[in-house]
């Protein structure tokens, strides 16, 4: 648990900065790329509750950790392919 906290706030905490110094998204626009963040963390539990009673907390952890590290890994190797690039989404918020 403290591992995924320590990840979540570093990922949390720092993506403002990312996106104004290196992005160059503005500050009044920053809401709107934090809000699929809160918009996850409130929608999470309601959806995935009932299937950690249906399957069990240790495999759902374990499921959920496993598609984050596949997601991530795509999206990795998508953006050493330069087939995933920041401005299209960047652009939505602006």
Known sequence: MATQA????????????ILTRFYGV??????????PFAVGNFMGPILLAHLFDILGRKVMIASTYAISGV????????????????????????
């Open 26 to 35: 503005p500050a009044p626009s920053l809401g709107w790329f934090i809000l």
């Open 6 to 17: 320590f990840c979540y706030n570093a990922i949390f905490f720092t993506y403002a900065l």
């Open 71 to 94: 997601l991530m890994a795509a999206t990795g190797w998508l953006f050493a392919l330069a087939s995933l690039v920041p401005s299209p989404r960047l652009r939505c918020g602006r």
